[in-house]
Nanobody, 113 residues
């Protein structure tokens, strides 16, 4: 299993940017596709972006063109660059392997209007 620690969240004004990081333990990080999810209270966790082993990427329609997922296998870290943020991006953001393992604590992103 891979243990995950998310960081980089915070408060930002609409139109601003944040870069989230997800540090993974274990030497097998490079064997997994990696996902970023987000969740708001009362709603299901939704997939935001995925990066595969060959760095192919997919994005939710709501973030396509604004968010960029990347990975650094040497650092066992996956990133989510979030630009042109909107109030509706406010959520707790989580990373996970694909297929998913245990969830980390997540990192809170709050976008003010």
């Amino acid at each position: 299993q891979v243990q995950l620690v998310e960081s980089g969240g915070g408060l930002v004004q609409a139109g601003g940017s944040l870069r989230l990081s997800c540090a993974a333990s274990g030497s097998i990080f490079s064997r997994y596709a990696m996902d970023w999810y987000r969740q708001v209270p009362g709603k299901q966790r939704e997939l935001v972006a995925r990066i595969g082993l060959s760095r192919q990427t997919i994005y939710a329609g709501s973030v396509k063109g604004r968010f960029t997922i990347s990975r650094d296998n040497a650092k066992n870290t996956v990133y989510l660059q979030m630009d042109s943020l909107r109030p509706e991006d406010t959520a707790v953001y989580y990373c996970n392997t694909f297929p998913p393992g245990p969830w980390g604590q997540g990192t809170q992103v709050f976008v003010s209007s």
